[in-house]
C-alpha cells in the first residue's frame, strides 16, 4: 500500500477539478481527500494500492478536465497510515475572503453546477465506454460467427464436390456393368437360338 500528497497548480479551483479527482479516485480504489488551499492550488493526500495511486496520478497529469490548467504538480511519496475509508473533499470551494459578497455565491454555485455536470459527463463518458466495448465484442462475435460459417459452406462445397464425383464415378461403372450385362444377355439368346 501506498500514501502519497499531491499538489497541483494552475487554473484547479472552480474547474470541476474536485469531481474529477473523485470520480477517479473512486474508480481505483484510492481513499483520501482533496482540498482547496488559500493561493488557489489543490492539494490530495491519498492512499491505495500502488498501481491505483499511479494510475491517479497519470490520469490527473494526462485526462485533465476541459476547464482546469494544471502549470505545476509536485508528487510526495510518504508512509502509509491507513487512515482514510473513503474520498472526500475537506475545506471551502473557493478561499474565503473576509466579506463574501454576492459574486462570490455566484462563482460557488456556478462551480457546484460545474461539478455536477463534470460528474455527469463522466459518468456518460463510463457508459459510452462501456456501449463501445460491448459494440466491439459483438463486432468481434460476429465475425467469428462468419468465418464459421465460411468453413461450413466451404465444407458444403467439398461435400457437393465429392457427390458429384462419386455420382460420375457411380454413373460410369453402372453403364460398364449395364454394357457387360446386355453383352452376356446377348450371347446366352445366341447361344440357345433366340437370336
Same mark, same amino acid.
Given at each position: ?27 481505483? !480504489?484510492? %481513499? ?10 489543490? /492539494? ?6 500502488? =498501481? ?7 490520469? +490527473? #497529469?494526462?485526462?485533465?478536465? $476541459?476547464?482546469? /490548467? +494544471? ?24 478561499? %474565503? ?14 462551480? !457546484? ?9 463522466? $459518468? ?13 465484442? +459483438? ?10 460459417? =465460411? ?13 458429384? $464425383?462419386?455420382?460420375? =464415378?457411380? %454413373?460410369?461403372?453402372?453403364?460398364? #456393368? ?10 446366352? %439368346?445366341? #447361344?440357345?437360338?433366340?437370336?
Amino acid at each position: 500500500m501506498k500514501r502519497v500528497s499531491i499538489r497541483i497548480k494552475g487554473n484547479v479551483q472552480m474547474a470541476g477539478f474536485w469531481t474529477f479527482i473523485k470520480g477517479l479516485a473512486d474508480s481505483l !480504489n484510492v %481513499k483520501g481527500f482533496a482540498e482547496n488551499l488559500e493561493d488557489g492550488s489543490v /492539494r490530495v493526500v491519498c492512499e491505495g494500492e500502488k =498501481d491505483g495511486i499511479n494510475e491517479l496520478i497519470n490520469s +490527473i #497529469k494526462e485526462n485533465t478536465p $476541459s476547464f482546469a /490548467r +494544471i502549470d505545476e504538480m509536485n508528487v510526495a511519496y510518504e508512509e502509509y497510515k491507513g487512515e482514510f475509508t473513503g474520498f472526500e473533499r475537506r475545506g471551502a470551494d473557493v478561499p %474565503k475572503e473576509d466579506k463574501e459578497d454576492a459574486m462570490l455565491r455566484y462563482m460557488q454555485s456556478f462551480d !457546484n453546477k460545474g461539478e455536477v455536470m463534470i460528474g455527469i459527463l463522466s $459518468s456518460m463518458n463510463e457508459t459510452m465506454k462501456s456501449v463501445k466495448e460491448d459494440t466491439g465484442q +459483438i463486432k468481434r462475435d460476429t465475425s467469428q460467427m462468419l468465418e464459421k460459417q =465460411d468453413m461450413m459452406l466451404e465444407k458444403q462445397d467439398d461435400t457437393i464436390e465429392e457427390i458429384r $464425383s462419386l455420382r460420375g =464415378d457411380l %454413373k460410369s461403372y453402372m453403364e460398364n #456393368k449395364f454394357a457387360k450385362i446386355e453383352h452376356e444377355i446377348m450371347d446366352i %439368346k445366341a #447361344k440357345i437360338g433366340m437370336v
